[in-house]
């Protein structure tokens, strides 16, 4: 069965550089949602998308935003890159209005900000 | 806000014992996920027990659920090498609120 797929799986880029993950959710799934994981930390809500509008919001940073597309793939674009934003983020997608269904996550991208 | 937290942090089995993990939180949910993290890769959903639930299965894993208590446990029967991983609950309090996985439990289990 298809999954939600990441790119890239990882990223270098130095400081105050930009970034942009790109998440394709599973075929029909309409809710993309983000999340960041730190190093030996549990993932954190970064922010949702059900049918190309935002849903909900979490800790995201001001220098990070995000949107979906019309193909209902979403990205995370990140600016003025940070030591601390060196993370895996994970996108994951559901097939309904979030809290009714299962999530279902992608491999993640690992960031690393040098 | 809303927060899971497991209990314990860290478990040591040896193969073929059962490893049960717990999860408290704080607010109402609309329901209560667990999911399995091998080191530095991806989530994996496990199980998903609504609020109006008490139990449920799925394989060799049992989740209960205590809304009065606000905790829920997850049940590995018959462990086996391979479920050795961090498993996390995430609760999730329905559409405005925020999905918020607890610190998680690093199962280890020896062969």
């Known amino acids: 069965a298809a999954g939600v797929i990441q790119s890239p799986r990882h990223l270098i880029k130095e400081k105050r550089e930009t970034a942009t993950l790109k998440c394709y959710p599973i075929?029909?799934?309409?809710?993309v949602y983000w999340y960041q994981q730190g190093p030996g930390q549990d993932p954190q809500f970064l922010i949702s998308?059900?049918?190309?509008?935002?849903?909900d919001k979490g800790s995201i940073p001001d220098r990070f935003s995000a949107q979906q597309f019309s193909d209902y793939h979403s990205e995370l674009n990140m600016s003025s890159l940070e030591l601390g934003d060196s993370a895996l983020y994970f996108c994951?997608?559901?097939?309904?209005?979030?809290?009714?269904?299962?999530?279902?996550f992608g491999p993640g991208t690992r960031l690393t900000v040098t | 806000s809303q927060q899971g937290e497991e209990d314990p942090q860290a478990l040591s089995i040896q193969e073929g014992e059962n490893a049960t993990m717990n999860c408290s939180y704080k607010?109402?949910?609309?329901?209560l996920q667990w999911y399995r993290q091998n080191s530095g890769r991806g989530l994996v959903h496990l199980i998903l027990?609504?609020?109006?639930?008490r139990e449920k299965h799925s394989g060799r894993l049992r989740v209960t659920l205590d809304t009065s208590k606000k905790s829920s446990s997850l049940l590995i029967t018959a462990s086996r090498a391979a479920d050795t991983a961090s498993y996390f609950c995430?609760?999730?309090?329905?559409?405005?609120?925020?999905?918020?996985f607890g610190p998680g439990t690093r199962l280890s289990v020896l062969p």
């Open positions: 994951a997608s559901s097939g309904g209005p979030r809290g009714s269904y299962e999530q279902y």
């Open positions: 075929p029909r799934h309409d809710t």
């Open positions: 998308f059900y049918e190309k509008m935002q849903s």
């Open positions: 607010t109402s949910i609309n329901n």
């Open positions: 027990i609504r609020s109006n639930e």
């Open positions: 995430a609760t999730d309090g329905g559409y405005g609120q925020n999905f918020v």
